[in-house]
């Protein structure tokens, strides 16, 4: 289980990587295009809106495997210690009721932008980039869930220790 987790996690770190590469690659291209030949790639700007979201998303789900997400924790400031584990539990809960919520109605979006058959870019239809909001939020759901779980065994790892 290790060895997949460990093989999950190079992929969305090999994602966003590879992502931000190509972003910036393929804006100095459309920059010098432009200035250079006076030409530009229409593709190219809806390409990097999408890539936008993708790096947004995958950046979250990387975040959610360390439980690096920005938090508010006023409770745990004000109550003892030993409210922390029930503190957390209900916090790792909630997020993954959310989470779960966000992607159960992003399927719905992602549905109606297929049945709406819109190209995003370059003949791509704009449900195909738009897959990753479910996809996202159902990673941080689990990721939250497990944590929840090992929370209830007295096994959840500390802040920013990944999950496998």
């Known amino acids: 289980m290790r060895r997949l987790l460990s093989w999950l996690h190079r992929l969305e770190d090999g994602l966003i990587v590879a992502i931000l590469l190509g972003m910036v690659l393929l804006a100095v291209v459309q920059i010098g295009l432009r200035n250079m030949a006076g030409v530009s790639l229409i593709w190219v700007e809806p390409l990097l809106r999408n890539a936008v979201l993708w790096i947004g998303l995958l950046g979250a789900m990387i975040a959610s495997r360390r439980d690096e997400h920005i938090r508010i924790d006023l409770l745990g400031q004000w109550l003892p210690k030993s409210f922390q584990p029930w503190i957390t539990g209900a916090v790792d809960l909630f997020t993954a009721a959310i989470c779960t919520l966000v992607a ?3 399927i719905g979006f992602v549905i109606e932008e297929y049945q709406y058959g819109e190209i995003a870019f370059a003949g791509i239809p704009s449900w195909v980039p738009q897959v990753i909001i479910p996809f996202g939020f159902s990673v941080m759901a689990l990721r ?3 944590l929840f779980v090992l929370g209830l065994g ?3 790892p500390c802040m920013r220790e ?3």
Do not use: A, C, I
Request: aromatic share 24%.
């Open 154 to 156: 007295g096994r959840r």
């Open 104 to 106: 159960w109605y992003s």
């Open 162 to 164: 990944p999950l496998g």
């Open 144 to 146: 939250y869930l497990v």
